[in-house]
């Protein structure tokens, strides 16, 4: 029998930050099913930039033409039976957010730092009220410093870069090496990047997944979702 989720919980505010292929919108997406939050994802927003970005012929490296084509730019999140619908502009675009070339547009837009100030401000109006569960690579660190908790998931290359290949439907051409190495590139940048680096907060719990079934990770970060905010 699942026990009831109190009224604290529903109020919550939950931070889970992690490398590209840790986990993390699984985890979320549980984790707000569960105790009944609203999943924000912040990823997807940033792909949703990244696709824009790709559609307008905007270079994803070009900061200047970036801020440009943030003026006016519409990015928010609908809760569905299913997950999340992503609305750029309007427009439901949640099936074309997993291409590589948009992954990969999404993280170069992010190193700016005039983009993800604006991204940040989106997504603080959209948890402004509580309730909800974010996932990032900012999000205990910047977006919500003060959220109610805090989780760091993260994996070895090696694991992430597999799961990630087989995530990849149809059969991908290139090999598990390529997406690892891929993968390895995308840490490197995220890591280092001079706005907002990927970091756990000092007050986060870490997880590492990389010897555990997807079942017991859920399970984990449930337990601490739950001994933080109380059943």
Same mark, same amino acid.
Do not use: C, Y
């Given at each position: 029998?699942?026990?009831?989720?109190?009224?604290?919980? !529903?109020?919550?505010?939950?931070?889970?930050?992690?490398?590209?292929?840790?986990?993390?919108?699984?985890?979320?997406?549980?984790?707000?099913? !569960?105790?009944?939050?609203?999943n924000l994802e912040s990823g997807a927003m940033y792909r949703a930039f990244g696709?824009?970005?790709?559609?307008?012929?905007?270079d994803p490296d070009d900061s200047a033409g970036l801020e440009?084509?943030?003026?006016?730019?519409?990015?928010?999140?609908?809760?569905?039976?299913?997950?999340?619908?992503?609305?750029?502009?309007?427009?439901?675009?949640?099936?074309?957010?997993?291409?590589?070339?948009?992954?990969?547009?999404?993280? !170069?837009?992010?190193?700016?730092?005039?983009?993800?100030?604006?991204?940040? !401000?989106l997504q603080q109006a959209l948890g402004a009220r509580g309730g909800v569960v974010m996932e990032g690579r900012d999000i205990?660190?910047?977006?919500?410093?003060?959220?109610d908790v805090k989780i760091f998931l993260d994996a070895s290359a090696e694991v992430r870069g597999m799961r990630r290949y087989e995530q990849m439907q149809p059969a991908p051409?290139?090999?598990?090496?390529?997406?690892?190495r891929d993968l390895r590139a995308r840490d490197e940048r995220d890591r280092n990047r001079a706005d907002s680096p990927l970091k756990a907060a000092p007050d986060a719990v870490l997880l590492d997944s990389t010897s555990m079934s997807l079942e017991e990770v859920i399970e984990a970060a449930e337990k601490i979702v739950a001994g933080r905010v109380g059943r």
């Open positions: 029998m699942t026990t009831p989720v109190n009224r604290e919980a !529903r109020r919550a505010v939950v931070a889970i930050d992690g490398p590209a292929g840790a986990g993390k919108s699984t985890v979320a997406k549980h984790i707000a099913s !569960r105790f009944g939050l609203l696709l824009k970005a790709l559609r307008a012929g905007v440009k084509l943030a003026i006016g730019t519409g990015i928010d999140l609908e809760a569905g039976d299913a997950g999340n619908r992503v609305l750029l502009d309007g427009e439901d675009v949640t099936a074309l957010l997993r291409d590589p070339a948009v992954s990969d547009a999404a993280s !170069r837009v992010s190193v700016f730092s005039p983009i993800r100030a604006w991204m940040v !401000r205990g660190t910047v977006v919500f410093p003060l959220a051409e290139v090999q598990p090496d390529e997406v690892i």
